[in-house]
């Protein structure tokens, strides 16, 4: 990593040397030309910027980048980012996964990092799908969809990311579309500059098992001006909304992150204990 060239210049400073090697038309090249975008106009220092992923086709997203990576195991990529940003507060951390991965193996770790406000970004990559292993149905997979592994349909419901991150309090939510790059290298650098979790629920299709392109383009829209992203309940109408899919930001707050939580007690600590003064610590429970 020594020779990252830490002030970028082009999108061509941020690529790293290896190829993507998804499907013709996937998704997912609209959400890594977004990252590459973002880091471009936010000058992300890179040295400095991580990215972690999950399993599944969005899993290899991290090496095509001269960003740090770590490409975790199933379901983790949450609690990873976690513990990545609070060992060392100063980087920026950027956790990308499928909505398998995050909703299904991954699903009980998504309450926790809302609840802990960690200052991160999450990008959900959302094709409605196990597209690695096929194309069986994912915890999003809508009943209107037939896929090859699913001739029939699914017989369950289906998830709304959207709706459970609103329901989990997440401090920053959004939507985006991979066939809306502009918009969506937009909402990245909202959710990067946002202080605190944020999450962004990025529609990615599946040209192979779930190609979702038309019907998306039939129905989303941009979420309208006048919306007040303070407003829980106008964003919980919003996804609610029959027939359209919304994009956009529905929702942000400005409640303290875990980090700055974390800060104010350890100083309030040293304050009352005296900085270093462990044994005075360890006295207080003796």
């Not at 379901?75 to 990308?96: D, F, Q």
């Not at 939507?175 to 999450?199: C, E, N, P």
């Amino acid at each position: 990593m020594a020779n990252i060239n830490t002030h970028v210049q082009s999108v061509a400073d941020i690529k790293s040397k290896v190829n993507p090697v998804w499907c013709p038309g996937c998704g997912d090249f609209g959400v890594l030309s977004a990252i590459y975008r973002a880091c471009l106009t936010m000058d992300l220092d890179l040295k400095n910027t991580v990215i972690v992923s999950g399993i599944g086709c969005s899993g290899r997203l991290p090496i095509f980048t001269k960003c740090y990576g770590f490409h975790g195991v199933h379901g983790r990529v949450l609690p990873t980012a976690t513990g990545i940003k609070l060992a060392n507060p100063n980087l920026e951390v950027i956790a990308v996964g499928g909505d398998g991965d995050g909703l299904a193996i991954g699903g009980g770790h998504f309450p926790h990092a809302a609840r802990r406000n960690v200052d991160m970004t999450y990008i959900m990559m959302d094709n409605s799908t196990y597209g690695l292993t096929k194309g069986q149905g994912s915890p999003t997979t809508s009943p209107d969809f037939h896929l090859k592994a699913l001739p029939y349909g699914v017989q369950e419901e289906n998830l709304n990311p959207v709706a459970l991150s609103l329901a989990y309090d997440v401090s920053f939510v959004a939507r985006a579309f991979s066939g809306a790059i502009d918009q969506m290298t937009d909402l990245f650098i909202k959710a990067i500059k946002h202080k605190g979790f944020s999450f962004v629920h990025s529609i990615s299709p599946c040209t192979v098992f779930n190609d979702t392109y038309k019907y998306y383009r039939e129905r989303i829209v941009n979420i309208p001006e006048e919306h007040d992203v303070h407003n829980k309940k106008s964003a919980l109408d919003l996804w609610q909304v029959k027939g359209k899919v919304y994009l956009g930001v529905f929702f942000e707050s400005g409640r303290e992150d875990l980090g700055s939580t974390l800060k104010n007690l350890s100083q309030s600590v040293q304050s009352k204990s005296g900085k270093g003064s462990i044994d005075k610590l360890f006295d207080q429970f003796i």
